[in-house]
């Protein structure tokens, strides 16, 4: 009888590496592993005291499929079927954007505007997986959200979140393009958005997994800022007189978004870095405000 050859956990990686360098992976080691560990249900140093450790038929064959996929450029959160964001994982599917860790920046930003003015109704804008409201919510037990998309699928999985970390009692979902289905009469403390931002010429030129992610949550219209110009001009009625505007943005958006809040009346802005030190995240409210007064400890 033939003898099959033996693939222990140092071959696997090494062939796999290679494959996806060959298939332009940008992280092809790093992909290969937590692949693996996905597999074996282990944290990657165990991979460093289990090299030579021999693979299980099935493991093989589950592990060759998550390769087939990611060779394809799939995002590995959709592989996975989950993405770590804050201190949670997040269910994600081909339905929602992946979470970025740059958003956890704005969530932690707007948590810190909510606790220190006591901001009880707080609205999501695109909410996808519904990693910023539902983190909002579990840093936030006064408050109370409501999150809308206009994907029914998108808010199944954002549902889904907030039942598994246990908001779903305090979050409304809501199906609408924007405000478009929201009660008459509401209004919000704060509104936080991470809106569609990229060029729509510009996302052929995204990497090629990005490019799998949802395009509806990606095309900003011909200059990236359709989403923001419609929000703003939202704010007028739906966030209240002393309330908080929130927003990540795209690379160089940051100053024309604040110059569009300033134009519809909320002229004290602030703007945030990401962890690469990109202009990331853009606060605005009106003079006056405990928002106002606090906008240099909000972006700190």
């Given at each position: 009888?033939?003898?099959?050859?033996?693939?222990?956990?140092?071959?696997?990686?090494?062939?796999?590496?290679?494959?996806?360098?060959?298939?332009?992976?940008?992280?092809?080691?790093?992909?290969?592993?937590?692949?693996?560990?996905?597999?074996l249900k282990c944290e990657r140093i165990n991979l460093?005291?289990?090299?030579?450790?021999?693979?299980?038929?099935?493991?093989?064959?589950?592990?060759?499929?998550?390769?087939?996929?990611?060779?394809?450029?799939?995002?590995?959160?959709?592989?996975?079927?989950?993405?770590?964001?804050?201190?949670?994982?997040?269910?994600?599917?081909?339905?929602?954007?992946?979470?970025?860790?740059?958003?956890?920046?704005?969530?932690?930003?707007?948590?810190?505007?909510?606790?220190?003015?006591?901001?009880?109704?707080?609205?999501?804008?695109?909410?996808?997986?519904?990693?910023?409201?539902?983190?909002?919510?579990?840093?936030?037990?006064?408050?109370?959200?409501?999150?809308?998309?206009?994907s029914a699928a998108a808010l199944q999985v954002a549902?889904e979140n907030a039942a598994a970390i246990g908001v779903?009692?305090?979050?409304?979902?809501?199906?609408?393009?924007?405000?478009?289905?929201?009660?008459?009469?509401?209004?919000?403390?704060?509104?936080?958005?991470?809106?569609?931002?990229?060029?729509?010429?510009?996302?052929?030129?995204?990497?090629?997994?990005?490019?799998?992610?949802?395009?509806?949550?990606?095309?900003?219209?011909?200059?990236?800022?359709?989403?923001?110009?419609?929000?703003?001009?939202?704010?007028?009625?739906?966030?209240?007189?002393?309330?908080?505007?929130?927003?990540?943005?795209?690379?160089?958006?940051?100053?024309?978004?604040?110059?569009?809040?300033?134009?519809?009346?909320?002229?004290?802005?602030?703007?945030?870095?990401?962890?690469?030190?990109?202009?990331?995240?853009?606060?605005?409210?009106?003079?006056?405000?405990?928002?106002?007064?606090?906008?240099?400890?909000?972006?700190?």
């Open positions: 009888m033939e003898n099959k050859p033996l693939w222990t956990i140092t071959g696997v990686l090494e062939w796999t590496k290679q494959y996806f360098a060959n298939k332009g992976i940008e992280n092809p080691r790093l992909d290969a592993e937590i692949l693996l560990c996905a597999v460093y005291v289990r090299f030579d450790q021999p693979l299980e038929d099935e493991e093989l064959a589950l592990y060759r499929g998550y390769v087939a996929r990611r060779a394809n450029q799939e995002p590995l959160a959709y592989i996975l079927g989950e993405k770590a964001f804050m201190k949670h994982s997040f269910k994600v599917t081909p339905a929602v954007l992946v979470p970025r860790p740059e958003t956890e920046l704005l969530v932690e930003s707007v948590a810190k505007a909510a606790a220190g003015s006591g901001a009880a109704a707080l609205l999501d804008i695109g909410t996808g997986s519904g990693a910023i409201i539902v983190s909002l919510l579990d840093l936030l037990p006064q408050a109370l959200g409501t999150a809308v998309d206009i549902g779903a009692e305090r979050l409304t979902l809501l199906e609408s393009d924007l405000f478009s289905k929201l009660p008459a009469g509401q209004s919000f403390d704060i509104i936080v958005s991470n809106p569609p931002y990229i060029p729509a010429a510009d996302i052929a030129e995204l990497a090629a997994d990005v490019q799998k992610e949802p395009h509806g949550a990606l095309d900003g219209g011909t200059d990236g800022l359709d989403f923001y110009k419609r929000i703003i001009s939202g704010c007028s009625v739906w966030l209240k007189p002393d309330g908080l505007l929130a927003f990540e943005v795209g690379i160089h958006q940051a100053q024309e978004v604040c110059a569009l809040c300033r134009e519809a009346g909320l002229t004290a802005t602030a703007v945030r870095n990401d962890y690469a030190a990109i202009e990331r995240m853009v606060f605005a409210t009106r003079e006056g405000t405990y928002y106002a007064n606090h906008l240099l400890e909000i972006t700190s």
